[in-house]
């Protein structure tokens, strides 16, 4: 893991900590990130979703083959 230096303001912080429930600014910031990660990848499933990527998935008879 590499260490960096970064100015952070500390308001946005202390309340980024109490939505978080982290108990550290290290902690905080890897909550938050992980948030970020976390919400972009909920984002892509929606994005395939809506392109129809799991269509097959509502079909009964996929459905029916899968528990073959």
Known sequence: MA????????TKAAKAQAI???DSLRSTV???LQHV???R???RFIELAASG???DLLDPATEEA???
Do not use: V
């Open 30 to 32: 890897d909550a938050a």
């Open 3 to 10: 260490k960096t230096t970064i100015d952070i303001d500390a």
């Open 66 to 68: 899968m528990w073959k």
């Open 20 to 22: 978080l429930g982290t």
């Open 37 to 39: 990660i976390a919400e």
């Open 41 to 43: 990848a909920r984002e």
């Open 53 to 55: 990527a799991f269509a």
